[in-house]
């Protein structure tokens, strides 16, 4: 007879209490997604390696705490998240702190209007950029776009336009004013809107 | 700073626009503005379909990354060693 596998709650019960084959069949489905949240904020391998072994261990130290509220996943990742946001705040640099110079999509005459509008992205076409979404280029050119923002940059955005943090918390996490993180997450959507244009519109980035 | 303001100004304060935390006037000016220049309504629609396009885009793929499974062993053969 077949065996009946242990449910989520009886893993996370057995785990709780040291079994760590549970802890590993508890974690083991929602592993890229926890490797993946992590990777997105700090941007490369050996960090996230590290911020993922901190998080899973919090994550099984804090099991006995674990009220099933949410579903594990969702508790799981944000744990992964602020392991990710402790990880980036011990190395943060001064310049983090500096707040960025306003960016504008030109070019614009004398009087700051748009000198040659025809030439502005033409978002309309939106439509069109979804049936290329799954497409492996955007992807690619999302991912170097991403990867080219400063880093204090890029966790702005992630944080609020992929992962739908509100604007205080991304400032508190971050150890940042509201405006700054405004600043911050414009400039990102600016230079990733200046960098898929063209691609949205059939062109090469 | 004029009571309509001009494409870069727009531009610059979009983020703090879709937002609501600029002064009333401000907002004013900024939303007759895009009733009146295609260009910088197609800015904000951009702006407002990048999240979606990146989160479409961005599906972390199913597979585990092999140094993940690699962590989640060290953190299990960890957990065994604290077990008494």
């Known amino acids: ?205 | 700073m004029t009571f309509m303001p001009s494409c870069r100004d727009v531009q610059i304060e979009l983020t703090e626009y879709t937002e609501g935390v600029l002064p009333m006037s401000r907002r004013i000016g900024i939303w007759i503005h895009l009733l009146l220049c295609k260009a910088c309504a197609g800015f904000l629609r951009g702006m407002r379909a990048l999240p979606g396009l990146a989160r479409r885009a961005l599906t972390p793929p199913e597979a585990v990354p092999e140094a993940a499974t690699k962590v989640l062993a060290e953190v299990q053969a960890a957990l065994k060693q604290q077990t008494p």
């Open chain 1, 1 to 205: 007879m077949k065996e009946i596998p242990p449910t989520e709650a009886e893993l996370i019960q057995r785990a709780a209490t040291g079994d760590s084959d549970a802890f590993g069949a508890l974690v083991r489905p929602h592993l890229a997604l926890f490797h993946n949240g992590i990777n997105r904020i700090l941007g490369n391998d050996a960090d996230t390696q590290d911020a993922l072994q901190d998080a899973l261990m919090s994550i099984h130290r804090d099991l006995p705490r674990f009220e099933g509220r949410s579903r594990f996943s969702s508790w799981g990742y944000k744990v992964c998240l602020n392991a990710a946001l402790m990880m980036r705040r011990s190395r943060v640099r001064i310049h983090d702190m500096e707040r960025p110079e306003p960016l504008a999509l030109g070019p614009f005459d004398e009087r700051g209007h748009h000198l040659v509008p025809a030439h502005l992205p033409e978002w309309q076409e939106e439509a069109r950029a979804h049936n290329l979404v799954e497409r492996q280029e955007l992807r690619e050119c999302l991912t170097r776009a991403l990867d080219e923002l400063p880093d204090s940059h890029r966790i702005v955005f992630v944080l609020k336009d992929l992962e739908d943090w509100e604007t205080e918390d991304i400032a508190r996490h971050l150890q940042l004013t509201p405006g700054t993180v405004r600043q911050r997450l414009h400039r990102s959507r600016t230079v990733l809107q200046a960098r898929l244009r063209t691609f949205v519109l059939g062109g090469r980035p």
